[in-house]
């Protein structure tokens, strides 16, 4: 059973950045394809980013587009993602999660992380 836990989230103020981890056991992550998505309160979970196998192709939403990098380490197992010029509307829980083929309905998700943007 794959296992996903996110860390990396926090407080920031706005224009700063943070580096959240994805770090996976139970099976190599490298067999599949891993999304960060986030969900704000009161409002839908959202896509924010996907990485395909072999970290090749990668996508992300209009609104984190420039400013957020997602990656991935198969020697760490690990999945990456890198977000700069944090604006109070990325407030959200982040999670990640990971299936073996489509990044748009994932099998496979982590607890979450907490991330706030505020002055």
């Known amino acids: 059973q794959l296992q996903l836990v996110e860390s990396g989230g926090g407080l920031v103020q706005p224009g700063g950045s943070l580096r959240l981890s994805c770090a996976a056991s139970g099976f190599p992550l490298n067999y599949y394809v891993v999304g960060w998505f986030r969900q704000a309160p009161g409002k839908e979970r959202e896509g924010v980013s996907c990485i395909k196998k072999g970290g090749g192709s990668t996508n992300y939403a209009n609104s984190v587009k420039g400013r957020f990098t997602i990656s991935r380490d198969n020697a760490k197992n690990t999945v990456y993602l890198q977000m700069n010029s944090l604006q109070p509307e990325d407030t959200a829980v982040y999670y990640c999660?990971?299936?073996?083929?489509?990044?748009?309905?994932?099998?496979?998700w982590g607890q979450g992380t907490q991330v706030t943007v505020s002055s």
């Open positions: 999660a990971a299936d073996p083929y489509y990044c748009s309905d994932p099998d496979y």
